[in-house]
């Protein structure tokens, strides 16, 4: 018996059901995921688009199906070869964002990818001829049911396809299910590789459907919110900045310090004894230290950096904001780094592992860097990420010996303590530096104290840069200005990574774990007033440093970020980056964002930092 005699006859044309069949077999297949078991759900996702084309090829023969499954299978090609030049060019596969923004700016995608636009276009008109063709003919169809009054033909037809379309969408909801369940366990998502091996796993199919659930739970309101009517006026930005800031209206020498997994234990956790370094403490130059918000938790280094860079916290783009360098990089327009080199300043980075890592350095030429000097260029030997702190800076220092007098502005990575932090130079407790004042393991104390170890290292190269802009002080005549400042805290320490296998909840004097430091020193006096014993956000830096080379507090670096931390503190947003990504946060208080959100956001995307196509902003 054939698939067709099966068929009731009819005028009315069967296939539009069709693709919903498959839908049938794919919810059976989550049954059999939880029989199976995880692991078993790459390799299914991509059952039912298979199932759904041996619908069209067994059981159709009529032209439109074969011109269907054709259109689908091409479809799914194209998809999959956009997903490798994405993940070729960005290190990241192609997600629902880049499709919702696709979209929206087809061209600068197309460009984005090299792909010549004219093919494209030429396939928008092909499809959209075969849709409208589609359409006619189902128009027809439903005139001929209406005429021959064949409703007891095409009713059930209806509602079997009605049952089905229910059915794909529960398997798709269970599928964003169990795939959640999978990939946390795994740690697929702590780095791009990671991710991209998700997407290849899955096929791309799939990973867009958990991409559209990221997207969904916490959508960027950069790109996404519509367009905002700001009440915000010039005069309440500038009230606000004269309250922290006395520009200065100099050209110092200025280096920025990212300090890698470094937070004041003092702060964060209850200890036997107070921990005491210079990092931590003022000294003479000392013109504002504290604790600092960051966004980042564990991990995600890069984050941190588009922050500091930009002044514009990355949750603002949704899932995008989560892979700084590779999907919101290519949009910088301006950031603190062409501020300064409109000032004439010579600017570059430091970098202390090899500057591919996560498109680092096309990123860091995409926030305005002339130059970007990786661990390759410093002459570093150290295997891996084994770089310490002091040798990080003496490479520095050496590679800015006997340069022009011009102003500088450097910005150096640091990551000698990076997380893991296992227990290899204490033998026992006496050996500790401190420990914690609740009873815990040998490998809880172990772990703090190998942490504390190197941030002895840490403060050496602190100590060792001040040195240098001293000296350069002496030579150019040029003041300086050193700001150091933790990206996040490790996740030896957060739950996330290695750091499952301890809990450090019950010492925490501070549950959020996304509190770090900053330390702000320099030879000029008189030009900040911050913070006290507020907690600004790391948005917040990039202005407050500004201030000693602007004109006046309109020549500030995003002055609105003064208004911000007046209004805000630290909380713009108060809920985590991207739920099921890193660490699954509880928002720090009933409002998930600050009572001027709005007026701040708008403030932003006037001031033409990230944005596309000819300076639009996508809004839907």
Known sequence: MSYRSLMPRSKWPFWPLLPLTAAVTSWVLVGILQIFGYAFIERAAGMPFLLFLLVFCLVLSRTEATLMACLVAALIYTLSYANDEKIAATTLPLSAVDLKMFLIHPTTSLNILKFPVWPFWGGVA??????????????????????????????????????????????????????????????????????????????????????????RAHYGDYFGKATLRSDLTPDSIIG???????????????VVVLAESTFDANYVFELRSTVRSPLFSNNEHTKARGILYVNAVGGGTWITEFEILTGIDSRLFGYWGYYTHASVAPMVRNSVVTYFRRKGYSTVAFYPIDGIFYNARKAYAKYGFETFVDKKELNLKAPGWSVTDEQMVDAVTNFARDRPAGPIFYFIVLVENHAPHPCRHFNSESEFITIFDRPASFAQNCTLNEYLRILDSTSRAQDKLLKFLQ????????????????????????????????????FRKQLDPRFTYFHLM??????????????????????????????????????????????????LMRSPIVPGLYAKLEPAGNALQCSAYDEILAAYRKANLIGLDNGTIGKR
């Not at 922290?244 to 050209?251: F, G, H, K, L, S």
């Not at 002080?473 to 990574?497: A, Y």
């Open 126 to 215: 092909l499809i959209s001829a075969f849709f409208l063709w589609l359409f006619f003919r189902l128009l027809k169809g439903i005139h001929r049911t209406i005429q021959r009054k064949e409703f007891k033909v095409v009713l059930p037809k209806i509602a079997v396809g009605i049952g089905i379309l229910i059915a794909l969408l529960v398997f798709s909801q269970r599928y964003i299910y169990f795939a959640n369940k999978h990939f946390e366990a795994a740690d697929a998502v702590w780095a791009p590789k990671g991710v991209a091996r998700l997407a290849h796993e899955t096929g791309i199919v799939g990973f867009l459907l958990y991409t559209y659930a990221l997207d």
């Open 240 to 254: 606000a900045a004269q309250q922290y800031v006395a520009p200065a209206a100099q050209t110092p020498n200025i």
């Open 522 to 571: 320099s030879s000029l006096a008189n030009v900040v007033n911050c913070c006290g014993s507020a907690i600004p956000h790391v948005t917040f830096l990039p202005s407050l440093i500004s201030a000693y080379t602007a004109k006046d507090v309109g020549d500030l670096y995003l002055a609105v970020n003064f208004f911000a931390f007046k209004e805000c503190g630290p909380y």
């Open 471 to 506: 000296m350069e002080e002496l030579r150019t005549g040029r003041p300086f200005v050193l700001l150091l400042f933790g990206d996040h805290q490790p996740h030896s320490f957060t739950g996330t990574g290695t750091g499952r296998d301890l809990d450090f909840k019950p």
